[in-house]
């Protein structure tokens, strides 16, 4: 029977060098907390159980993750790694296999740590170590003569040889939780830092005869930690990077991948181009063919084949229908769904707004709250007021209606099938359909009128 997976999590540290009142874990990265990520890769695995070991910030994290099922360990004082472990302990399943992760490093792959899953699981401990040009500040891995993972050696507790090794401890290990809470109990903080080591388990279980085989990860990246703001936007990079390249991998065009920020999921058909400083959240859709132009953000958007999103827009939970042309310079807000070849132009605004196939919002309009059919024409300047200071109201304008420019349409009101409203016009009543409907005071001219001049 195969052994069930237990997850600890480490994410007490206060993070002195992040300067800031939140906890370091739930400072973002690529729009989540660094222990979401963390998280993601944990639930991957499939654990019997996932323990979280907290403590500065207080309740602030169980409360920021929203995760009940999760179990949570204080760790008050901070004593270090190994007594950080202790507190999980009373969580954890004997039988299980135990995974310790840590909260601020939050890009090791899943595959990563599958691999080391299945080694504990044929009875071995699995180590994950990796080679540093400068592993200054990390543990190194002792190997005796016959290359055998020995013990673990942290960096001001090192000899000047030992301290000549570049492999170097990330801290994350994969090894039988019953056996561990055994070796954490004889644990002291005999060193340099009057600390209790995760680390020194591992000498215990290699002086009682147990293998420590070690993994590698695919790359140096997988395993780094965030102590500080410079680290944290360094990484942030590092993440975007790999995003790009995979992007691309899949047939998309960036026209430069170092300018491209996702913070949630985005999804690309064939051929989808998008341009520099382009920021994608939540979930993300492009079609075939849609192009993204410069600096635009889309936050939980779905945008069908061929879109054309001109640069400066902003578009959130919103559906775009195929061939639909939108901006330069066009805000798209929630509930808004355009149906195909749907034209929204500059300075434009939408809200919760249905527009019919082909119909054309092209200059500085907003309609909110509103139903537009197909091959409607809607002029500049035009305002759908929806809301009356305590309700908002619908508008209804019918298929192939032409709304002149400056008009006011006053909620709730409809505009017929075909009807023409002329410029300027303020509609408070329902225009019938087929007909010319308009609103104009008498033109007036003033005889002799002067402009008042300012007084010296």
């Not at 994950?128 to 001001?156: C, D, F, M, S």
């Not at 030992?162 to 994350?172: C, P, Q, Y």
Request: hydrophobic share 40%.
């Amino acid at each position: 029977m195969t052994a069930p997976l237990n997850v600890i999590i480490l994410a007490a540290g206060k993070g002195t060098r992040m300067k800031s009142d939140l906890p370091k874990v739930l400072h973002p990265l690529a729009g989540k907390p660094l222990l979401s990520h963390v998280l993601a890769a944990a639930d991957s695995l499939a654990p019997e159980k996932i323990c979280v070991v907290y403590g500065h910030g207080g309740e602030t994290l169980p409360q920021a993750m929203g995760r009940p099922e999760l179990a949570w360990a204080r760790q008050e004082p901070q004593l270090g790694t190994g007594h950080a472990v202790q507190q999980a302990v009373p969580h954890l399943n004997p039988a299980a296999i135990a995974l310790i992760l840590y909260g601020d490093v939050p890009l090791t792959r899943p595959e990563t740590l599958r691999e080391m899953v299945m080694i504990a699981r044929g009875g071995a401990i699995a180590l994950l170590t990796v080679r540093l040009a400068n592993p200054v500040g990390y543990g190194r891995i002792v190997r005796n003569a016959r290359g055998q993972v020995e013990r673990i050696v942290e960096h001001k507790d090192a000899s000047p040889e030992e301290l000549a090794i570049d492999e170097v401890n990330t801290g994350i290990i994969c090894l039988p939780a019953g056996k561990l809470s055994g070796w954490l109990s004889r644990l002291t903080n005999n060193n340099a830092q009057g600390e209790y080591y995760l680390t020194d388990v591992i000498g215990m279980a290699a002086a009682e005869g147990e293998q420590v085989i070690p993994c590698h990860p695919s790359a140096e990246w997988e395993v780094l930690g965030i102590n500080s703001r410079q680290q944290l936007a360094e990484l942030e990079r590092t993440h975007q990077a790999n995003i790009a390249t995979a992007l691309m991998a899949q047939g998309v065009t960036l026209i430069d991948p170092a300018r491209i920020d996702v913070r949630g999921s985005l999804e690309c058909g064939r051929d989808v181009l998008i341009d520099v400083n382009c920021v994608f959240e939540g979930r993300v859709v492009l079609g075939d063919g849609a192009q993204v132009g410069a600096n635009c953000v889309l936050r939980d958007v779905e945008v069908g084949p061929g879109v054309e999103i001109k640069p400066f827009c902003h578009l959130e939970s919103a559906r775009l229908g195929a061939r639909a042309v939108i901006g330069p310079y066009a805000r798209i807000r929630p509930g808004t769904v355009l149906d195909e070849e749907v034209h929204i132009g500059n300075f434009v605004e939408l809200k919760n707004a249905q527009v019919g196939f082909n119909s054309k919002i092209n200059h500085l309009s907003y309609v909110g709250d509103a139903t537009v059919g197909r091959r409607v024409n809607i002029g500049a300047g035009t305002i759908t007021c929806n809301y009356d200071g305590a309700n908002k109201h619908r508008t209804v304008i019918e298929d192939e209606a032409f709304i002149g420019s400056d008009t006011q349409l006053v909620a709730p009101v409809t505009v017929g099938k075909g009807a023409t409203l002329g410029a300027g016009t303020t509609l408070t009543r329902d225009a019938p359909a087929g007909q010319l409907t308009l609103s104009r005071v008498k033109q007036t001219t003033i005889a002799g009128w002067q402009r008042p001049v300012k007084t010296k």
